[in-house]
């Protein structure tokens, strides 16, 4: 930096206002800065940096099985949300085994990160109680709980019970009676509330629950194949078909493809999670769409709105998905 002031002309303190953006300065005394810069091939040392503002506009995403369509889609709208902010992600994976996810959070405070958006695993209990002895600003993303440190955190996710209800509505007014679920790993929030939103659009249609017909797919696409085909080896196969998130889906008309099952002729099939590609499934699929890209911009506006005001009231956020109706379910093609 003092090499940048002596070639400007100008003193170091206005070198840094210059990069900072911390006090205006004129137009000429930019540019001699900037020129500078570009001639030292300057570089601020953003450690240092952090030392001193105790920031190092950094933020951490705890997010497992990233190869998830959803959860590409979700990263993707969360790191622009964070770079409009002025802040860079660094993810994790802790591939949903709760005692790595707290060695990747506890990695996540080492590197001095200001906030950390988790996931959380089935069993966050260790991770969450080392983000708070830690006071790590914490925001919870897709996965919402109501015990524990959790009920004391912001958090933010889609509506899973009336939004499953409402695609097991769909099957039932299109006169299915052997519906079946394909549910995602035990355990897990968004799991528990999907299941009981597929029994209670059961109950309101005086369907009585068949325990044959609810299955894991433990939230992956070979789990939930091997999952399906065993469903079309019943003796009274469904029907139809719930299938609790994206990844899974696939496996789903996997097994459906491999037992020459037709869809819809043969099984009906919906969905949660829309992904880029499900027009080009044949038929197209029925599915419940996640709003992502407002799911993670609110994370993250949640996150920094935590940093600057630790005793702000907590806000828990459930953003409605969208019903997106298309051929997988039966309804006829349309443009």
Do not use: K
């Amino acid at each position: 930096m003092a090499d940048v002031a002596r070639l400007a002309g100008v003193s170091t303190a206005t070198v840094s206002h210059v990069l900072n953006n911390t006090r205006a300065v004129s137009d000429d005394t930019r540019a001699a800065v900037l020129a500078a810069v570009e001639e030292t091939a300057y570089t601020p040392n953003t450690v240092a940096r952090s030392l001193a503002t105790s920031r190092t506009t950094t933020l951490g995403l705890v997010l497992s099985a990233i190869s998830n369509p959803y959860f590409g889609e979700l990263l993707s709208a969360a790191e622009s949300a964070a770079a409009a902010a002025g802040y860079t992600l660094l993810l994790v994976d802790p591939h949903e085994d709760p005692d790595y996810e707290r060695t990747v959070v506890a990695r996540l405070h080492h590197h001095r990160v200001d906030g950390v958006v988790l996931a959380p695993s089935a069993r966050p209990d260790a991770a969450l109680e080392y983000l708070a002895r830690h006071e790590v600003p914490t925001v919870l993303l897709d996965r919402l709980l109501s015990v524990g440190l959790a009920a004391t955190l912001d958090q933010v996710g889609s509506e899973n019970q009336e939004a499953t209800a409402t695609l097991t509505r769909h099957l039932v007014e299109h006169g299915h009676r052997r519906i079946a679920l394909v549910a995602g790993l035990a355990g897990l929030a968004t799991t528990d509330e999907r299941r009981a939103g597929y029994v209670q659009a059961l109950a309101a249609a005086g369907i009585e629950r068949d325990p044959t017909l609810e299955v894991s797919g433990d939230s992956a696409t070979d789990p939930a194949r091997i999952a399906m085909a065993g469903l079309l080896g019943l003796p009274e196969p469904p029907t139809a078909v719930v299938v609790g998130n994206n990844s899974m889906t696939i496996g789903v008309i996997a097994a459906l493809r491999d037992a020459g099952s037709r869809v819809p002729d043969d099984v009906a099939v919906v969905a949660f999670d829309d992904f880029a590609w499900a027009d080009l499934f044949a038929p197209r699929l029925t599915v419940m769409a996640q709003p992502f890209a407002r799911i993670a911009a609110e994370a993250v506006r949640l996150l920094l709105r935590r940093r600057a005001e630790p005793g702000a009231a907590r806000e828990v956020l459930r953003l409605p998905p969208f019903f997106v109706v298309r051929e997988s379910c039966g309804c006829p093609p349309h443009p």
